[in-house]
């Protein structure tokens, strides 16, 4: 019965010393990684500036395309007011 506890004892110490080597071996691939996302943030922090000026450029155009349509809208819409009013006066006189 002794021999057999001996053996439980040290297969749990080296359990316990294999859980150590991997938790510090995992704890420096967190370190890597850590690393790796700090990296990665800095360069999206870059490319943000190239997004902003990209979507400033857009609000812009739009802003150009709405301002051509209601200009284009407004004159579709005066002719075809000039065209019911010529069409009544011309039911008028008959």
Known sequence: ???LQ???????IILIAVAIVIGIKLIGTLNKVDALVDDVNSKVKTLDRVFEIIDSFN???SLI???VIG???GGIKRLFKDRKKDNYDE???E
């Not at 001996?6 to 749990?12: A, F, G, P, R």
């Open 1 to 3: 019965m002794e021999v």
């Open 6 to 12: 001996i053996i439980i004892y040290v297969l749990l």
């Open 59 to 61: 609000n812009k155009m």
């Open 65 to 67: 395309g709405d301002s």
């Open 71 to 73: 200009f284009v809208s």
């Open 91 to 93: 039911e008028e006189e």
